[in-house]
């Protein structure tokens, strides 16, 4: 799951942030964004339609940052773009931002046709492939008690059922190893310095690519024009608390890049204004937190509280997504005292304001 429902009141109103660029490159081309660095983008079907990459000019050819789902169109969209805009030069390293496979779904294809290394913090590196090991097994009963407790009913924990594995279907085999990136590393690519901002709450260890000196900021998904990140409890962890992470994240980005960049990010297309778009996710998130423990005035189970947080009707294809967002917001109220959770005798949990 990429990017976040679209919450009620929170992207009303949004900064106006300036978009150089008319329109983006077809599948296949590429957009010089600046001396030495390429837009491309790779289709993902779908609401989104596409990612956007980002290739690198370097010694002896191309760096590229984030890869594309794994799959036969994403395939011939790297031949294509490999043969025209990137004029027949060899990949040299694979920068992937985070696990998701929209990200990290051709960086297999790429680093073995190229000899080449991923560059990925470790967090992503292991938790990725930790998901995809996940493939074609049943859903586990850890699982299934989650949603439960959630509120699920039983055809909405057989559709789960159905569905559970899906993670590696989107990957072309990852590579076997990596080199790993830090927060705060200052890595050459090309004859530029780009730092390594890392955030957390969308996915473990996100890893943002700033370079003070051509005033550019490759976000992935850490920092979106017009969508909101996916940030959500998963079964895996369920008493994690990814919201206060997520804004945390968003911060500490604000401190430390100036707002004079150009942000390339994952999805939409290149803006300035970092900093007005920062405020405005946060502020969202604080403005959803204040009308969720208003709700919870009275005890609430998870389904429950979906129409103070989501600006569109939760069907079956959005319930697991709304479900974590969702317990995003409850985990963080609880980490803030504002809330507490009460197991009843059937394995569901409910939600009310401390007092």
């Known amino acids: ?28 081309e590429a957009i010089d964004i600046a ?14 339609a596409f990612i956007n990459v980002w290739a690198i000019e370097e010694d002896g050819g191309w760096a590229i940052v984030d890869t594309g789902i794994g799959g036969i169109e994403s395939r011939n969209a790297w031949r294509a773009a490999l043969k025209g805009p990137l004029e027949g030069k060899p990949v040299t390293r694979v920068f992937v931002t985070h696990m998701h496979p929209d990200h990290i779904g051709m960086s297999g294809y790429l680093t073995r046709k190229f000899d080449a290394r991923l560059w990925i913090t470790r967090l992503e590196f292991v938790t990725c492939r930790s998901l995809a090991a996940d493939t074609g097994r049943e859903a586990p009963a850890d699982a299934l008690a989650f949603f439960k407790a959630a509120g699920w009913d039983e055809d909405a924990l057989e559709n789960y059922r159905a569905k559970f594995g899906g993670f590696g279907r989107g990957l072309y085999a990852l590579p076997d190893s990596f080199h790993r990136l830090n927060d705060g590393d200052e890595v050459k690519i090309g004859g530029h310095v780009w730092r390594v901002v890392v955030g957390s709450g ?146 569901i949990d409910w939600y009310r304001a401390a007092a």
């Open 1 to 28: 799951m990429r990017d976040g429902i679209e919450q009620g009141g929170w992207e009303s109103h949004r900064p106006k942030l300036v978009y150089p660029f008319e329109k983006g490159p077809g599948i296949g």
């Open 35 to 48: 001396p030495g660095v390429k837009w491309l983008r790779m289709p993902l079907g779908g609401a989104l």
């Open 202 to 347: 969308h996915s473990p260890e996100h890893a943002s690519l700033h370079c003070p000196d051509l005033k550019l900021m490759i976000s992935g998904d850490q920092v979106l024009p017009k969508i909101s990140s996916n940030v959500s409890v998963f079964p895996t962890e369920p008493d994690g608390d990814p919201l206060t992470d997520w804004i945390t994240s968003l911060k500490r980005i604000k401190d430390k890049v100036p707002d004079d960049v150009l942000v390339l990010p994952a999805h939409n297309d290149p803006f300035h204004g970092l900093h007005a778009r920062i405020d405005h996710l946060v502020n969202g998130h604080e403005r959803g937190l204040v009308r969720l423990h208003e709700l919870l005035a009275e005890p609430k189970r998870v389904v429950d509280v979906f129409h103070v947080l989501f600006r569109r009707p939760i069907n079956e294809h959005l319930l697991g997504l709304a479900t974590g967002e969702s317990l995003a917001h409850l985990n963080c109220l609880i980490a803030r005292g504002q809330a507490v959770r009460e197991r009843d005798e059937n394995g």
